[in-house]
């Protein structure tokens, strides 16, 4: 099974975070922010894994160090649950329409980080979440998981469509790339290692 439990506990955070690739349930977050529990929801839901997260967060100063760390935490577990990346696809690409948006995910597990986030959002906050933080949260889940994710929006009005659609478009781009194929043999690069 390729699952991992993270515990990571600062001044600021205090978060328990389970993942199972191989499994869709149970999906249970809980992080203080409404918004953001509700997308990490569609990220697991679409990405077809199982997620729980429970977080104790500094919420009276705001939620960028909630949102931020669980990012971390999440790339760490999804790192951890891949291993050697023997067999995966490593490469996963989905466009997600949401109304008038439509968002777009591509990625590598490449064991390399980096983010391209080109999405710009009119409103600032969405109940307790700052608008802002999506591009925190996938810069850390990103740079944690060591992935390569480009993230842009192709067009769209609604700041919280925009936002769905990334989320959607990033957990599906994620099944792709680690679903095991058995046409690969080993890791899927001519360097041997991922």
Do not use: C, W
């Not at 349930?25 to 203080?32: A, D, M």
């Not at 104790?56 to 790192?79: K, M, N, W, Y």
């Amino acid at each position: 099974m390729r699952n991992a439990t993270i515990k990571r506990d600062t001044f600021e955070t205090k978060i328990s975070l389970k993942v199972n690739l191989d499994e869709q349930s149970p999906v249970e977050i809980n992080t203080g922010v409404g918004f953001f529990d509700h997308m990490l929801t569609l990220f697991a839901v679409h990405s077809r894994i199982s997620l729980v997260v429970e977080v104790d967060g500094d919420l009276h100063v705001d939620s960028h160090h909630t949102v931020e760390d669980v990012g971390i935490a999440l790339g760490q577990a999804i790192r951890e649950s891949l291993g050697e990346k023997i067999g995966i696809n490593r490469y996963g690409t989905s466009f997600v329409p949401m109304d008038e948006t439509l968002g777009m995910a591509s990625l590598d597990l490449s064991g390399r980080s980096y983010l391209v986030f080109d999405a710009t959002f009119d409103n600032p906050k969405l109940g307790a979440f700052d608008t802002e933080l999506a591009e925190e949260f996938f810069q850390a889940l990103a740079f944690n998981l060591q992935m390569n994710l480009h993230l842009k929006i192709l067009h769209g009005k609604n700041t919280h469509h925009k936002i769905e659609s990334l989320f959607k478009a990033t957990g599906r781009a994620l099944r792709e790339a680690i679903t095991i194929n058995p046409e690969i043999k080993g890791v899927n690069s001519t360097k041997g290692v991922l």
